[in-house]
Nanobody
Framework: QVHLVESGGDLVQPGGTLRVSCVVSGMPLSYYTMSWYRQGPGKQRELVASILRSASTNYADSVKGRFTISRDTDKNTVYLQMNGLKPEDTAVYYC???????????WGQGTQVTVSS
C-alpha cells in the first residue's frame, strides 16, 4: 500500500521561507514522478513543481526562481523549499506520485501554507 504524508505547513510572513516534506512509504521513490500541487482558496488545484525519475525538475512559472523541489531517496522523502513567499502562495500543498507505466496516481492529505503578515 502506497502512502504519502505531507508535513511542514505553517503561517509565514511575506518574504519568508518554508520547507514542506512528503514522506513516501510502500514504493521506491525514485521510480515515480513526484510532484507538488497546491489549491488556494476558491481556486483549482495547480501543479507547482515536479521531479522526474531522471531527477530533472519542472516548475510553474509563478514559482520559478523561488521554489525548489528535491528528493532524498535514502529517506524516501520529497521536499519543496519555498523562498520569497507571497500571499498568493497561500494554499493547501499536496504531494503526488505518478507511476510511469500504469499511470497510477497517489495523493497525500495536504499541508496548509498561509502567507500573511
Amino acid at each position: 500500500q502506497v502512502h504519502l504524508v505531507e508535513s511542514g505547513g505553517d503561517l509565514v510572513q511575506p518574504g519568508g521561507t518554508l520547507r514542506v516534506s512528503c514522506v513516501v512509504s510502500g514504493m521506491p521513490l525514485s521510480y515515480y514522478t513526484m510532484s507538488w500541487y497546491r489549491q488556494g482558496p476558491g481556486k483549482q488545484r495547480e501543479l507547482v513543481a515536479s521531479i522526474l525519475r531522471s531527477a530533472s525538475t519542472n516548475y510553474a512559472d509563478s514559482v520559478k526562481g523561488r521554489f525548489t523541489i528535491s528528493r532524498d531517496t535514502d529517506k524516501n522523502t520529497v521536499y519543496l523549499q519555498m523562498n520569497g513567499l507571497k500571499p498568493e502562495d497561500t494554499a493547501v500543498y499536496y504531494c503526488n506520485a505518478l507511476e510511469p507505466i500504469l499511470a497510477l496516481d497517489y495523493w497525500g492529505q495536504g499541508t496548509q501554507v498561509t502567507v500573511s503578515s
